[in-house]
């Protein structure tokens, strides 16, 4: 049976000055987070991209749809939904996930995974499992797999 770390609440106040010092850090959900927070604050797609796993970034360059909705909106849409928040990360030997607090249907929460020995954001399993409707509230696509995923 895997251990179960859950990592105290830690809240996080992203100022610029703050997030726009540091280097890419990988070596626990939270830090990679951290580094994806940068990366939107900089709006450097190239930095952001490397924040999710392999298997996304080759899905994302080959799906014209989702490329095509790729903007600094959409980086600072991320901001907004982060700021000012609680994190808890649920850790489970090479997968966690990542809870903002308070609760709200703009923000699901972030599924990550270890890859390489390095933690990032496996957007594959988001696409193919949370869905966002016309509102900008995101639902479960077939039925809550936070399970399913810390047990893959």
Known sequence: ???LFVLS???????PALWAQGEEDFSTPLAAFQTYIRACQS???DAVDNCFTKEFNRFKKSNKEYMKH?????LDNELSCVLNKEI???LHSRKAIIY???EDRKTSP???TKEGGQ????????????IFDQKDEWHWGNGNKEKAFLNS
């Open 1 to 3: 049976m895997k251990k």
């Open 119 to 130: 933690w990032k954001i496996d957007g594959m399993f988001m696409w193919n499992n949370i």
């Open 9 to 15: 609440l830690i809240v996080l106040f992203l100022t």
């Open 110 to 112: 972030y599924f990550m």
């Open 70 to 74: 790729r903007n600094m909106g959409q």
């Open 88 to 90: 808890q990360v649920d």
């Open 100 to 102: 903002l607090y308070p």
């Open 43 to 45: 709006h450097d797609f």
